[in-house]
């Protein structure tokens, strides 16, 4: 074998290596894109799971948020429920600053009148009766036929024009107290058994639409 035979045959080699080079080469980067495709489908996935869990959570917590609402709603009504069911009363505080605010003297007895058939507003009534009375003032029986109700916490209703200046009186001590006070004309025939040189003090029922 000459010299020219042994040119051709490594020709033919280099070729044949050239082209299985070029083949794999190909064959890497067809490969090398498959994988790319699936890193990208499996990335895709991966965000498409996070966002419908992150789409989860945000739901939750909107969740938690409408019920927690809910739950203080509640509470409030529960606690207003309770405010309006409890009785009024006087506190020992409210009782000695009331009794040293009424210790003045007046010609004129108190009467304390409440709605008829309403203990709550019958147990308030006297409540303030017994403070007039430590406060020196004479105190008639509690009337208790008063048939309508009152815009405040109490009415001041007089029977004689001279009994302007102790009502007043009488109106800033309770309204000091936080109570609102003050006059109101009394319908005729809604108070039983009226009786002359005489304050009324009218409790109102606690629920005012009543």
């Known amino acids: ?92 505080e409210q009782r000695k600053k009331l009794i040293d605010l009424l210790s003045f003297t007046s010609d004129f007895q108190i009467i304390l009148a409440c709605r008829l058939q309403d203990q709550e507003s019958l147990n308030y009534a006297e409540e303030l009766a017994e403070i007039f009375r430590k406060g020196g003032w004479h105190i008639g029986p509690t009337n208790k036929t008063y048939l309508d109700n009152i815009e405040g916490d109490v009415a001041i209703a007089v029977t004689d024009d001279n009994q302007g200046e102790a009502a007043g009186k009488i109106a800033m001590a309770l309204s000091s107290m936080g109570l609102v006070c003050k006059p109101e004309k009394i319908r005729d025939g809604s108070l039983g058994s009226v009786q002359s040189s005489t304050i009324y003090l009218i409790i109102g029922s606690k629920l005012k639409g009543k």
């Open 1 to 92: 074998m000459n010299i020219e035979y042994w040119l051709g045959f490594f020709r033919w080699a280099l070729y044949i290596g050239t082209a299985l080079v070029a083949t794999g080469t190909i064959g890497v980067s067809i490969m090398a894109s498959q994988i790319d495709k699936r890193k990208e489908h499996k990335i895709d996935d991966l965000l498409s799971g996070n966002k419908q869990l992150q789409d989860k959570i945000d739901q939750y917590q909107k969740d938690v948020i409408e019920k927690d609402k809910k739950i203080r709603e509640l509470e409030t009504g529960q606690k207003e429920l309770k405010e309006i069911a409890a009785p009024r009363t006087i506190s020992a």
